[in-house]
T-cell receptor, first 115, second 112 residues
Framework: DAGVIQSPRHEVTEMGQEVTLRCKPI?????LFWYRQTMMRGLELLIY????????DSGMPEDRFSAKMPNASFSTLKIQPSEPRDSAVYFC?????????????FGPGTRLTVL | RKEVEQDPGPFNVPEGATVAFNCTYS??????FFWYRQDCRKEPKLLMS???SGNEDGRFTAQLNRASQYISLLIRDSKLSDSATYLC?????????????FGSGTQLTVLP
């Protein structure tokens, strides 16, 4: 079975550029989560969707960050403009209603470096 | 005060040792609790849920103390492959929104 797929796996960009991270959740999962992990702050929940609808975006750091889920099999996290402090590993995770919804399956992450 | 606090370690233990990790949480309305494991440069993976009655999975035992807002993970007979960072996770509900909060993790190294 394919797990959560994220692309790109690594991204290096310059400050001020737009960055788009992509995620394909596990087929049939109806929850999708975006996290950011840094050494200083650990793993932080940015936003999550249920049935493609954003439910809680209180973790999104500021207006430079936006996330969309146009359909059940695809989500994007966009940073525009990017800043060096955005450098982190960004994880996408999915889970399914009906089981233990807190069993989240994480993708391999996108390692973002903003120079 | 952080919502979920863990001793960051590192814990360096010999193979075969028993090691215990603790985690405290500040939101008394928290509803469910988990331990995740994260290997170096990999994604977190669910290790086990934590139930009020305590639960065991092979060499791993998890316990919850709601009165003290405290969660623990005990690993018996440590293996080299247990080396990883262990994340305590607390789930709370605020209205219709879930709040999943991860601890910063406890690093374990099992030495030969």
């Amino acid at each position: 079975d394919a797990g959560v797929i994220q692309s790109p796996r690594h991204e290096v960009t310059e400050m001020g550029q737009e960055v788009t991270l992509r995620c394909k959740p596990i087929s049939g999962h109806d929850y999708l989560f975006w996290y950011r992990q840094t050494m200083m702050r650990g793993l932080e929940l940015l936003i999550y969707f249920n049935n493609n609808v954003p439910i809680d975006d209180s973790g999104m750091p500021e207006d430079r960050f936006s996330a969309k889920m146009p359909n059940a099999s695809f989500s994007t996290l966009k940073i525009q403009p990017s800043e060096p402090r955005d450098s982190a590993v960004y994880f996408c995770a999915s889970s399914v209603q009906g089981q233990n919804t807190d069993t989240q399956y994480f993708g391999p992450g996108t390692r973002l470096t903003v120079l | 005060r952080k919502e979920v606090e863990q001793d960051p370690g590192p814990f360096n233990v010999p193979e075969g040792a028993t090691v215990a990790f603790n985690c405290t949480y500040s939101n008394s309305a928290s509803q469910s609790f988990f331990w995740y494991r994260q290997d170096c440069r990999k994604e977190p993976k669910l290790l086990m849920s934590v139930y009020s009655s305590g639960n065991e999975d092979g060499r791993f035992t998890a316990q919850l103390n709601r009165a003290s807002q405290y969660i623990s993970l005990l690993i018996r007979d440590s293996k080299l492959s247990d080396s990883a960072t262990y994340l305590c996770v607390v789930n709370s509900f605020s209205g219709s929104a879930r709040q999943l909060t991860f601890g910063s993790g406890t690093q374990l190294t099992v030495l030969p």
